[in-house]
């Protein structure tokens, strides 16, 4: 499989993977290819969702929710590659945090199955880790009647996933329902969008949602830290959006 990323076209590249494995599940088109330099990688409808290099991603996602005191019930939402939940696994064991239990909610269990299989190096232990649940369940639904949790992280789609909403109505709605979701001072994070270095309309289209995520973010959260961070694979940076509930 020779597959081009046309997310920078100064910095585009044939990138040479080898499929290894494709599964087609009610939802979505999955591959998982394997590339000399990146490794493993999770495909989704034809475009790559994440590589075992990019362990950055992890990081950034997890890194917000370290500074609360009380970590105890978090929840992942989305994240079927396993990577967040393992760094957060990993996280709260090197840091001595008491967390009870850490829940990824994914609706594809074929992303789970794939990704147990060929993304080790990125999903580690979780599969059989004390700490996590892992439910292969609608987690727009699933957030939508939890409360009282520590922090939330947000890896999913930033597109309406209702017929008729806006992207603007949607991310009115996600980041609602995840405040809720939230105890008093309790943390989110999320994954945001790509820059578009390189690409006037994938920048002008980043920048645009940014301004939407920012003006849905601030109506629930205070303190909102951006953070961008080269991700490996996707040849350029991401950003990533945290924020806290007002006590």
């Known amino acids: 499989m020779i597959r081009k990323e046309d997310r920078n076209p100064d910095f585009a590249s044939h990138l ?53 005191r009380q970590l105890r019930r978090v929840a992942i939402l989305g994240g079927g590659d396993g990577g967040v939940l393992w760094e957060l696994l990993q996280a709260a064991e090197r840091m001595e945090i008491p967390l009870e239990k850490a829940t990824m909610i994914d609706i594809d269990g074929e992303v789970l199955r794939l990704c147990r299989t060929h993304l080790s190096r990125l999903c580690g232990r ?19 009647e939890a409360r009282d949790l520590d922090a939330v992280i947000y890896d999913l789609t930033m597109d309406p996933v209702r017929e008729g909403q806006s992207r603007e109505e949607f991310m009115a709605e996600t980041l609602a329902m995840i405040a809720r979701a939230l105890r008093s001072g309790g943390v989110f994070s999320m994954q945001c969008c790509g820059e578009g270095e390189g ?5 002008a289209e980043s920048r645009d949602l940014l301004a939407q995520i920012r003006k849905e973010a601030g109506r629930h959260f205070c303190d909102l830290i951006e953070q961008r961070v080269l991700i490996p694979s996707y040849l350029e940076r991401w950003t990533f959006l945290s924020g806290r509930k007002p006590a």
Do not use: C, K
């Not at 979780?126 to 939508?144: G, K, V």
């Not at 690409?199 to 920048?203: F, G, K, P, T, V």
């Open 199 to 203: 690409n006037d309309e994938l920048a």
């Open 126 to 144: 979780i599969w059989d880790h004390p700490q996590a649940e892992i439910l292969t369940a609608d987690a727009f639904a699933w957030i939508a």
């Open 16 to 68: 040479r993977a080898e499929v290894v494995e494709t599964a087609r599940s009610p939802w979505q088109q999955i591959e998982i290819t394997r590339h000399p330099i990146f490794g493993h990688q999770l495909v989704i409808d034809g475009d790559l969702q994440i590589s075992e290099s990019d362990h950055a991603y992890g990081v950034a996602m997890v890194s917000p929710l370290l500074q609360l």
